[in-house]
């Protein structure tokens, strides 16, 4: 089994990659995550955002990850996904999309109840429930 470490530092290594899909492997498919805050939530979504790619990794370990803006979001391939974490001042949801013309699908609602100072264990926590609660959903996507 890899050291944590070293997942963490593939995982980074693929979240600072370019666009370029020259960079992948065409069997690869490009995970895109994008972190918003909504409804007035002024959380600052790095930290999140970081431990969301994390979380997908675990269910997704093929895929080539990378946080984007809301501009790089859609999915250019068609086997590859785009993850939104859509943040409120007490709960989180994703929202996702295979392929360029898919339909965009919608999780549940999961609470969040730390603070801005949350340790990284809840943070942990929270997206690790909130990709297994959405897990079924993604999954049945990403099998079409």
Same mark, same amino acid.
């Given at each position: 089994?890899?050291?944590?470490?070293?997942?963490?530092?593939?995982?980074?290594?693929?979240?600072?990659?370019?666009? =370029?899909?020259?960079?992948?492997?065409?069997?690869?498919?490009?995970? !895109?995550?994008?972190?918003?805050?909504?409804?007035?939530? $002024?959380?600052?979504?790095?930290?999140?955002?970081?431990?969301?790619? *994390?979380?997908?990794? *675990?269910?997704?370990?093929?895929?080539?990850?990378?946080?984007?803006?809301?501009?790089?979001?859609?999915?250019?391939? =068609? !086997?590859?996904?785009?993850? !939104?974490? #859509?943040? =409120?001042? #007490?709960?989180?949801? +994703?929202?996702?999309?295979?392929?360029?013309?898919? #339909? +965009?699908?919608?999780?549940? $609602?999961?609470?969040?109840?730390?603070?801005? =100072?949350?340790?990284?264990?809840?943070?942990?926590?929270?997206?690790? $429930?909130?990709?297994?609660?959405?897990?079924?959903?993604?999954?049945?996507?990403?099998?079409?």
């Amino acid at each position: 089994m890899m050291p944590r470490s070293l997942i963490c530092l593939g995982i980074f290594v693929a979240m600072i990659g370019g666009e =370029s899909t020259s960079a992948r492997s065409v069997d690869r498919p490009a995970v !895109r995550v994008q972190c918003v805050s909504v409804n007035g939530s $002024d959380r600052d979504m790095r930290p999140l955002c970081q431990q969301m790619v *994390q979380s997908l990794a *675990q269910i997704i370990p093929q895929a080539a990850f990378r946080q984007v803006s809301q501009a790089q979001w859609r999915p250019h391939g =068609s !086997r590859d996904i785009s993850v !939104r974490l #859509e943040m =409120s001042a #007490e709960s989180g949801k +994703l929202l996702w999309q295979m392929g360029p013309m898919g #339909e +965009l699908h919608t999780g549940p $609602d999961h609470p969040f109840h730390a603070n801005s =100072s949350a340790r990284a264990s809840d943070l942990r926590q929270f997206t690790d $429930d909130l990709v297994a609660s959405t897990q079924p959903m993604l999954a049945a996507t990403a099998l079409k």
